[in-house]
């Protein structure tokens, strides 16, 4: 399995942001798909993460203005929404699947949020 994450770059405190990442590879059995970040200095932290049975959970710092989905045709894409993003939303990003008992994980993103 492999994950390309795209959508980040530089945008606007109080804007919006999209995040995708596309598996290639059989994804269809997996246990978990997420967004994950980390900051300069800092420990990578949870953004979002979506189950196999549908449900969701989402880190404290982006509760509340972000949405995990997946693509409902190709099945193979994840996508992470964000509305409102702040300067402390500045990070690399990372997507990831577990499937087969292995955490794959994307090369990463960057998002950089001016005021």
């Known amino acids: 399995v492999q994950l390309q994450a795209s959508g980040g770059g530089l945008v606007q405190a109080g804007g919006s942001l999209r995040l995708s990442c596309a598996a290639s590879g059989n994804i269809f059995s997996f246990r978990r798909m997420g967004w994950y970040r980390q900051a300069p200095g800092k420990q990578r932290e949870l953004v979002a993460t979506l189950l196999s049975d549908g449900s969701t959970n989402y880190g404290e710092s982006v509760k509340g203005r972000s949405t995990i989905s997946r693509d409902n045709n190709a099945k193979n894409t994840v996508y992470l929404e964000m509305s409102s993003p702040k300067p402390e939303d500045t990070a690399v990003h990372y997507c990831?699947?577990?499937?087969?008992?292995?955490?794959?994980w994307g090369q990463g993103t960057q998002v950089t949020v001016s005021s």
């Open positions: 990831s699947v577990a499937v087969g008992g292995v955490v794959y």
